[in-house]
Nanobody
Framework: VQLQASGGGLAQPGGSLRLSCAASGSIYMPNVMGWYRQAPGKQRELVATSDNGARSNYADSVKGRFTIFRDNNAAYLQMNSLKPEDTAIYYC???????????WGQGTQVTVSS
C-alpha cells in the first residue's frame, strides 16, 4: 500500500488549507483512513479518521474546524480557522482492519503563521 499526501503549506491564522491523500496498492476493506500530526518536540497525535462507512472521529482540538471526508481510496482533510498551534507535519494513515496493519504516507508540512 502506498499513500501519497499533498496540500500542505503556509497559511495565516484564521485561514484554510486542504490536505489530500491518495492510497494505492493492495487496499482491502474494511479500512480506516486518517490524518495524524507531529509538532516539533511532541508526539504524533491523531487529528481525524474516517472509516468506509463515513464514520468520522476527531481530536477535540480540531472539532468544528477540521473536516475529513473520503472518496473511495482517497482521504481529504479540510482545515478551517487555522491556529498557530496547528503547525505540524501531517501524516496520512491507512489501517486495514482485517489485519490491523497500518500504513503511513510521507508527511506534509503545515505552517500557520502571520
Amino acid at each position: 500500500v502506498q499513500l501519497q499526501a499533498s496540500g500542505g503549506g503556509l497559511a495565516q491564522p484564521g485561514g484554510s488549507l486542504r490536505l489530500s491523500c491518495a492510497a494505492s496498492g493492495s487496499i482491502y476493506m474494511p479500512n480506516v483512513m486518517g490524518w495524524y500530526r507531529q509538532a516539533p518536540g511532541k508526539q504524533r497525535e491523531l487529528v481525524a479518521t474516517s472509516d468506509n462507512g463515513a464514520r468520522s472521529n476527531y481530536a477535540d482540538s480540531v472539532k468544528g474546524r477540521f473536516t475529513i471526508f473520503r472518496d473511495n481510496n482517497a482521504a481529504y482533510l479540510q482545515m478551517n480557522s487555522l491556529k498557530p498551534e496547528d503547525t505540524a507535519i501531517y501524516y496520512c494513515n491507512l489501517r486495514r482492519l482485517s489485519t490491523n496493519t497500518a500504513y503511513w504516507g510521507q508527511g506534509t508540512q503545515v505552517t500557520v503563521s502571520s
